[in-house]
């Protein structure tokens, strides 16, 4: 696997509020997590309306569609809750952890974060919830959320879900499947790998790929094929892999089925041309809607959703052949 590119740190700033989005990246005086620094000292009252300024925080690489329903869920609430919503990313885990102590230092109200690499973030969400500042966790991070004091969790059991989908695939008569994993050591996409282990039958073997190249991404993939022509079963986590292992079947003239975690409106249409024979939906939208909206509640209303204890399960939902025409114009609205 080649070394990881140099991080790339990307900002998406924006408000967020019920009748318009007004950018803040470039104004004089102007933070990145919204308002001046004299609106920041003022807290709530320096937003239209005394809404509350939130920071949703992930591990995105740039470019990754995924995020996009991610952040178009958030966007939603924050729109219907009257919140004032900033989205940064940074796929480098300490940069994340900076991310989170710039909106400390900004004075935000709530926090969304997800814990992909939880021990690289421990450091900052202590010093969040230091500060008095509500965080919740959304996507990764389901094993580490209770032990870093967070109020909640938005997402997928992940081990759940690969535990369920490689009993999928005994049903399906496979007999040796290749998970690939697209980011190593991220403890979601790892758990997905090791939940099919736990419950398929047949062999099961890893391929680390460099994600943040797909053409090395669909290489990777058909020169494993190639070498080892018993593997009947390519997984994947995420539906760009999996666009990207139809091709590289294709490649290698392998008679491997492909199966993946996650959905777009891509590949919706592979579902349907059974090029992809199912997906595994973690509910990216669900996620970002429910974190933003859970931050409001438990600020206007101190609700704590799973009360504290549980995390809120967004998936795993099966889409297949048989159930794809009633989520295809979700996907074609970039809310599945």
């Known amino acids: 696997m080649n070394p990881p590119p140099a991080p790339h ?7 967020v509020m019920a009748l318009a989005a007004v950018v803040c990246l470039t104004a004089t005086g102007c933070s990145m997590f919204g308002g001046s620094d004299s609106d920041s000292d003022r807290g709530l009252s320096g937003t239209p309306g005394g809404g509350m300024k939130v920071a949703l925080i992930t591990h995105s690489a740039e470019g990754d569609a995924f ?11 924050a729109a219907k809750d009257g919140i004032e919503l900033t989205y940064v990313s940074d796929p480098d885990p300490q940069g994340q952890a900076e991310l989170v102590r710039d909106a400390i230092a900004d004075k935000v109200d709530g926090i969304a974060v997800t814990l992909a690499k939880p021990q690289a973030m421990r450091g900052a969400v202590a010093e969040a919830r230091a500060a008095g500042i509500p965080v919740v966790g959304l996507n990764s991070g389901i094993d580490a959320w209770q032990t870093q004091g967070l109020l909640g969790f938005f997402g997928q059991d992940e081990s759940v879900a690969g535990r369920a989908l490689g009993q ?3 049903a399906r008569d496979a007999r040796h499947a290749l998970c690939v994993i697209h980011e190593r050591g991220n403890v979601a996409v790892e758990a997905r790998c090791a939940g099919v282990r736990k419950t398929f039958g047949g062999r099961t073997d890893n391929l680390y790929v460099d994600g943040t190249d797909m053409d090395a991404v669909t290489d990777s993939i058909a020169a494993k094929l190639r070498q080892d022509p018993t593997i009947d ?5 995420g539906a760009q892999f999996a666009l990207a292992a ?3 079947v294709d490649d290698a003239g392998s008679v491997a ?8 409106k891509d590949l919706v249409e592979a579902v349907k041309d059974g090029d992809v024979q199912f997906a595994v939906d973690q509910q990216p939208y669900l996620q970002g809607y429910l974190a933003v909206d859970g931050l409001w509640l438990y600020r206007t209303n101190g609700n704590v959703s799973g009360g504290g204890v549980e995390p809120v399960l967004t ?21 599945r």
């Open 9 to 15: 740190r990307f900002f998406a700033a924006f408000r």
């Open 67 to 77: 995020w996009d329903l991610v952040r178009k869920g958030a966007e939603v609430a």
């Open 168 to 170: 999928e695939l005994d």
């Open 233 to 237: 079963q390519v997984v994947t986590l």
């Open 246 to 248: 139809v091709d590289s």
């Open 257 to 264: 089925e492909v199966a993946t975690f996650d959905l777009n």
């Open 315 to 335: 998936g795993p939902a099966f889409v297949t052949k048989k159930n794809i025409a009633g989520i295809e114009k979700f996907a074609a609205n970039g809310t």
